[in-house]
């Protein structure tokens, strides 16, 4: 849906983007305990079935974050650094 603007259950080619934004809580996810550190989402809805994707927006803080949880060697690996 995000790159062909298609929706994949019902074919419909009405599908709405919504931008994720740092300041929307519910745009984002926590990459840490404390929520200090945000993933921030993008959505793709159908607007004639109602099914959604959402993506996480690639920044620096998120590569950061993925290559720290990549890399870990054993311990618990909660999701959390």
């Known amino acids: 849906m995000k790159n062909s603007f298609i929706c ?11 931008i994720g934004s740092n300041m929307n809580q519910y745009q984002k996810i926590p990459l840490n305990k404390w929520s200090i550190k945000n ?3 993008d959505r793709y809805i159908c607007a004639d079935c ?15 974050w993925a290559d720290k949880i990549l890399d870990r ?4 690996n909660d999701g959390f650094v």
């Open 73 to 76: 060697d054993g311990g618990n």
């Open 8 to 18: 994949l259950k019902c074919n419909s080619e009405r599908v709405l983007e919504v």
């Open 50 to 64: 109602g099914y959604t994707e959402e993506f996480v927006q690639l920044s620096e803080s998120f590569q950061k």
């Open 39 to 41: 993933a921030v989402l």
